[in-house]
């Protein structure tokens, strides 16, 4: 074999003009190979093929994977670690995105690469979707049979060392200017996704691709970071006079007594016998239905699709709404930032509640507790404190009981939250916040056993398809029974309780040949990226309700149907406690008048006004491009007119 390509490097040479042709060309070409397999990749289709050498971002793409390809290449003087790096890692990138997607329907972005330090954690939850087809596997074959190939014919090739460095030179000079300084002109603007922008990393894929989305998005921070804090003081302090005017139009919600407060946040809940195609032996959510009655709900809107917790909770928390920022990711700021703003617990601790947190998981992926102590949270328990809470949780026998398919079941974070308002009972309100993982992924087969699953349904629904919305229509019962068993427990106690539930995200449910068990049931396209704006607004919805053990506590009539988003919800909580609100969220509560929710890939208002994009002009265009400057001051800049936000009241507003 080392022979045959000895001779045939040796030819290849003769023929073409020495290495000076040959080498750079053989860097274009295999930057072309690499960029077509990972399109295939993407698609999981060798249809796309032909589209792609059409399509414009797609030689941008190969053009910058060759400029990497070229300056190890002609830096190191051989194709080897030039062509090794710039095909495996891409790839990498790419499957990423692409198992990502699968299971949230969100492509990787440049903030996920922060979350390296607990991949380990990541792909143990998420192991049962991370299976490759045969089409990937394909892919994987033929890299590595083209590695073999390139290193093996052109190994020994190399420019004379004063050219080769000039070469290298070369490519540098050409990344630096053609992908660094001119790109927001020459590439990106064209596309319609200027790096000056804020868009989803969703969007700006759709026109750009995978890789060249990924630079993208590597140069939108150095934007930012660039022009952080380029708001001048006087525009700044007149910014924080608009939002003293508008707080000013809202009042406070007032009670006769402060209640407790119980959020819980019910892992991929959602009402899934509204979806179609589908009928249950009796009602699996029975429970959550009827307790609808003696409540207020409706639809709850929050900002993605099968991942991202910690961010749809830090939105509620903190009012910070990912849509008007520059990164998508709250998790990954300095825990301290969450302190600059009053957040829902600091508000509540400092009007007299205790705050306190329960996770029926670990705190390895997400780190939540500096964040959540910085917010304002007392106490904070995972899996490894329930002892603090349960002197029962000692005993492992014990606690493997409380388990129910993959995780601590939700019945068990009812009873951790009865024991912790028994520890505090009568000492003032409580604001008790639970957080449940039973219904988290993986949803497959092996997730409950026989006996656990109660539910039985009928749908066209096939293998995985089936096996996969099972496991989620348990979860979801199991979610309804556990309220249920929190709200008979808090219908007999003196003080008054108001429980806020509700679903984070739906479900992530793709499957492994491609499409989701969404797309099976014809709700939408098997390919995310051709979602549109009404699609996304159904999916990226779950369901909520408020509760209380006192009507008068409600902020409707029981039974009444009102819709809420993540953006919002804060205010709500607030409201319901019946404390004062800082500027801030009064600002909030202006906004929720007419806004329900604007994320990174729809825009909802409360008069059912759907966009792709949230308005920048009106009335509710200038609240938001106002509330941008003042969340882009307090998270990225000197935090000018912060101090004004936190304020009680527009009379001590200069505190």
Known sequence: MLHTAQRLRQALLRRCGGAPVVLPVAVVLHALVVALVDQVVVHQSLAVLPSCLTAGWFWWTVGLMALFTGLLTFFTRTILPGAILTAVAPTIMVFSSYFKALITSVPLTVQDFLLLGQLGDITQLNASSLHFSPLSLGCILFLV?????????????????????WAGAGCVAALALVYGVLANVILFTPMGVSTDQKLSQATVN????????????????????????????????????????????????????????????SESFFDVTRLPGVTFDGDPLETFHNLQQEGVSGTFYTRSLGYGTCNIELEILTGMNTGLLWGEDLYNMDPQVFSRLPSVPSVLRDSG???????????????RTPMFEAMGFEKTYFQDDFAAIDPQATDQAYLEGQREGSFYSDAYLSQLLIDLYEDGKGEGPQFLYGISMENHAPYDKEKYDAQELTVAFQSDLKGQAQEMFQAVVQGTHDAS?????????????????????????RPGVGLLDGGTVYSELGLCSSDYSRWSTQEMKELYSTDY??????????????????????????????????????????????LSHTRLNDTWVYSLAQDGTLTYKHPTTGGDGEKLDLLSTLLDDTLYGDQVATPVLRARSQMNSDE
């Open 353 to 367: 509640y205790s705050t306190e947190m329960v996770h029926m998981y670990d705190d390895s992926i997400y780190k």
């Open 206 to 265: 759709r026109e750009t691709g995978v890789l060249l989305g990924l630079w993208r998005g590597a140069l939108n921070q150095v934007h930012m970071a660039l022009n952080e804090g380029d708001t001048s003081p006087e525009e700044l302090e007149r910014a924080a006079q608009q939002a003293v005017e508008l707080a000013s139009q809202e009042e406070d919600t007032r009670v006769a007594q402060q209640p407790n407060v119980i959020l819980i946040l």
């Open 545 to 590: 309700l408020i509760w209380s053990n006192d009507p008068a506590y409600l902020p409707g009539k029981p039974g009444d149907k009102v819709d809420r988003g993540s953006n919002y919800l804060g205010v709500d909580l607030l409201n319901l406690a019946g404390v004062e609100k800082p500027v801030y969220w009064k600002l909030l509560q202006n």
């Open 481 to 505: 029974q556990a309220l249920g068993q929190l709200t008979d427990y808090f219908r007999d106690q003196a003080e008054p309780t108001v429980i806020v539930f509700f679903g984070d995200h």
């Open 145 to 165: 049979l083209w590695l073999v190939a390139v290193c093996l014919l052109l190994y020994p090739v190399r420019l004379e060392r004063k050219a080769s460095l």
